[in-house]
């Protein structure tokens, strides 16, 4: 079986005929150890105009063999501009390359899997979505051995870090303008990092008054040095 077909295998079935999508990077990322997992929160766009771009659909495609090595941050056309130069697209693959990461081979996908104009939209049902997509992430998190799990915005950081015990904060990061928003990493017990982030949507990354990657590059440089050893 493949990393996709195993890991597909946890995603609830009434999730299949839903509009929305699971993976964001291809087999070769959900293969062997990983030192990062990026995580945002559910997947933008339309519910109602793209119904038919099901999970189940997405599932069918990211499994052909033309999908294997493929991020959708560097390779997809979102609203018909030219691939990986779209909204956060940039940001993330900014971020990944800081990093000395290919986004190609690193696993992404989202807390939620149902998708939503805004994530305000999930509404009171949030919680429970949650709930029901948590056994795919957190056997993604154990079977890649992920190191440290980024997370694109405060929610999605607070729910992470609350189902890894990462309780510890070891750094913070505070942009440098008016609205101050931190980003932040935490430490589990069992040694998984949470990094926290500004939502690449809102935040530029890119621009170093507002850039958190430096500090999530001080810890990976760690990871990376201590594997060494």
């Not at 339309?46 to 119904?51: I, L």
């Not at 659909?57 to 499994?63: D, K, N, P, V």
């Not at 994530?119 to 056994?135: H, K, M, N, T, V």
């Amino acid at each position: 079986m493949t990393a996709l077909g195993y890991f597909g295998q946890l995603v609830p079935d009434e999730f299949m005929g839903v509009s929305g999508s699971v993976y964001y990077s291809g087999e070769i990322a959900f293969s062997e150890t990983k030192p990062v997992y990026l995580l945002g929160l559910n997947p933008g766009g339309s519910p109602v105009k793209q119904a038919a771009e099901t999970v189940g659909r997405q599932l069918e495609t990211c499994s052909q063999p033309a999908r294997r090595l493929w991020s959708a941050y560097a390779d997809e056309e979102w609203l018909g501009k030219a691939a990986g130069t779209h909204g956060m697209q940039p940001r993330v693959l900014h971020l990944c390359d800081k990093l000395g990461l290919d986004p190609r081979r690193t696993p992404a996908s989202n807390l939620i899997f149902v998708r939503s104009a805004r994530g305000a939209d999930l509404g009171s049902s949030r919680r429970d979505l949650i709930d029901r997509c948590w056994p795919f992430h957190d056997a993604v998190i154990r079977t890649l051995n992920i190191k440290m799990v980024v997370c694109f915005g405060r929610l999605v950081g607070q729910e992470v870090r609350n189902r890894l015990g990462a309780h510890w904060e070891l750094a913070t990061f505070t942009e440098e303008n008016r609205r101050r928003w931190r980003s932040t990493i935490h430490a589990s017990e069992r040694g998984t990092y949470v990094a926290s982030l500004t939502h690449p949507s809102v935040a530029a990354w890119n621009v170093p008054a507002t850039d958190p990657t430096p500090m999530v590059a001080s810890y990976l440089k760690q990871f990376t040095e201590t594997a060494v050893r």
